[in-house]
């Protein structure tokens, strides 16, 4: 709160706020992009991952410079908890698996692109419903948002896309790849996405044992990317700089130095455009969180309507139980007191019925 007492004092003496100790920081997140608060302050890393499903999100200024994340705990006289919590993080830190998680949950954020994450949810909206069916037949072992955002980074799922170097279709399949799987037209959008997928699943199988189940698809996309041998350069330029060649975390960084003479000089299989490799698979990751995210949100509203015309319904539940007449939506006209007495209560249920 000193940080927002010292930006009003010092640049805007408009500014005011109260607090919410209610609401979560994404619920408030939620609100802003509802359009039911003006603002309100959250966390770097959860404003970035929320922009990606909703782009429209801006920030306005920072209100801290960047700070730790700290665990408190009870002081009671007690340090064991305190000595536990620093064993565990020192553990972490050493062994490696405090790396790999920042890596798995926040190594992919990087900088926001209004653009092209506008672009990218127009194109869920209008393009991706009449390929998913295919995506979902094809994705094996892997989750069809993922096999849909290498697409949408290959060709921006465009079946008819074809590069200068000769790579065409959704996949963006060289002609030598689609003779090996068998592919006979690159842009018939069934035989691209299966043969993506074969081939994706293939450089997977290659990826060494030794790397973790949950990072070795980003291994076999760099290898899909710039070749399986320029990865394998990356591994080993990896270990002769004392790093894990099995952490994507740590192999990333170097892929760009394959193409800088210093480096590529002295690897096995020589000059790869790293730089390509890294956008390739950063961008990727990026996608698939836009598209998990934003099929939660789309997900989550067709429930709220359902929960919403269940307790609204368009037809009386007493019609519902009542045999049909034809084209008259309340029925012919009856004598019948019963009907007439619930149809009377039907109405004035309608008629009070609260407005949103």
Same mark, same amino acid.
């Given at each position: 709160?000193?940080? *927002?007492?010292?930006?009003?004092?010092?640049?805007?003496?408009?500014?005011?706020?109260?607090?919410?100790?209610?609401?979560? =920081?994404?619920?408030?997140?939620?609100?802003?992009?509802?359009?039911?608060?003006?603002?309100?302050?959250?966390?770097?890393?959860?404003?970035?991952?929320?922009?990606?499903?909703?782009?429209?999100?801006?920030?306005?200024? @920072?209100?801290?410079?960047?700070?730790?994340?700290?665990?408190?705990?009870?002081?009671?006289?007690?340090?064991?908890?305190?000595?536990?919590?620093?064993?565990? /993080?020192?553990?972490? =830190?050493?062994?490696?698996?405090?790396?790999?998680?920042?890596?798995?949950?926040?190594?992919?954020?990087?900088?926001? @692109?209004?653009? +092209?994450?506008?672009?990218?949810?127009?194109?869920?909206?209008?393009? %991706?419903?009449?390929?998913?069916?295919?995506?979902?037949?094809?994705?094996? @072992?892997?989750?069809?948002?993922?096999?849909?955002?290498?697409? /949408?980074?290959?060709?921006?799922? @465009?079946?008819?896309?074809?590069?200068?170097?000769?790579?065409?279709?959704?996949?963006?399949?060289?002609?030598?790849?689609?003779?090996?799987?068998?592919?006979?037209?690159? %842009?018939?959008?069934?035989?691209?996405?299966?043969?993506?997928?074969? /081939?994706?699943?293939?450089?997977?199988?290659?990826?060494?044992?030794? #790397?973790?189940?949950?990072?070795?698809?980003?291994?076999? *996309?760099?290898?899909?990317?710039?070749?399986?041998?320029?990865?394998?350069?990356?591994?080993? *330029?990896?270990?002769?700089?004392?790093?894990?060649? +099995?952490?994507?975390?740590?192999?990333?960084?170097? %892929?760009?130095? *394959?193409?800088?003479?210093?480096?590529? =000089?002295?690897?096995?299989?020589?000059?790869?455009?790293?730089?390509?490799?890294?956008?390739? #698979?950063?961008?990727?990751?990026?996608?698939?969180?836009?598209?998990?995210?934003?099929?939660?949100?789309?997900?989550?509203?067709?429930?709220?309507? +359902?929960?919403?015309?269940?307790?609204?319904?368009?037809?009386?539940?007493?019609?519902?139980?009542?045999?049909?007449?034809?084209?008259?939506?309340?029925?012919?006209?009856?004598?019948?007191?019963?009907?007439?007495?619930?149809?009377?209560?039907?109405?004035?249920?309608?008629?009070?019925?609260?407005?949103?």
């Amino acid at each position: 709160m000193s940080d *927002l007492q010292k930006l009003k004092e010092a640049q805007y003496p408009e500014l005011s706020w109260s607090i919410d100790a209610k609401q979560t =920081s994404n619920q408030l997140l939620q609100q802003v992009v509802d359009g039911n608060i003006a603002f309100t302050i959250s966390d770097s890393i959860a404003i970035s991952l929320f922009q990606r499903v909703h782009p429209q999100l801006a920030v306005a200024l @920072d209100v801290t410079d960047e700070q730790p994340v700290t665990w408190f705990s009870k002081r009671d006289g007690d340090d064991s908890m305190s000595a536990a919590l620093l064993d565990f /993080y020192n553990k972490i =830190s050493s062994d490696g698996t405090l790396a790999r998680v920042e890596e798995k949950y926040l190594g992919h954020i990087g900088d926001f @692109d209004y653009v +092209d994450t506008r672009t990218f949810l127009n194109a869920v909206d209008a393009v %991706l419903p009449e390929l998913q069916p295919l995506f979902e037949k094809y994705s094996d @072992d892997i989750d069809w948002p993922l096999l849909a955002a290498i697409s /949408y980074q290959e060709s921006h799922w @465009d079946t008819h896309a074809t590069s200068p170097t000769g790579v065409r279709g959704l996949m963006m399949l060289t002609k030598n790849t689609a003779q090996s799987l068998g592919i006979t037209d690159r %842009l018939d959008a069934e035989q691209s996405i299966s043969g993506g997928s074969r /081939y994706l699943k293939d450089m997977m199988s290659k990826v060494p044992a030794t #790397v973790p189940e949950y990072e070795r698809i980003w291994f076999a *996309l760099a290898a899909y990317n710039m070749g399986y041998a320029h990865m394998l350069d990356a591994r080993q *330029l990896t270990a002769k700089q004392k790093g894990n060649p +099995d952490s994507w975390a740590e192999v990333k960084t170097r %892929l760009p130095l *394959l193409s800088l003479k210093p480096y590529y =000089s002295k690897t096995t299989y020589g000059y790869a455009r790293g730089h390509e490799a890294y956008a390739y #698979v950063e961008n990727i990751r990026k996608y698939q969180l836009s598209l998990e995210g934003y099929l939660q949100e789309k997900q989550k509203k067709a429930l709220q309507v +359902d929960k919403f015309a269940e307790a609204y319904p368009a037809v009386a539940p007493v019609e519902l139980a009542s045999p049909s007449y034809g084209p008259f939506p309340l029925g012919p006209f009856s004598q019948d007191d019963e009907r007439e007495k619930n149809r009377s209560a039907w109405l004035s249920t309608l008629t009070r019925a609260p407005l949103h």
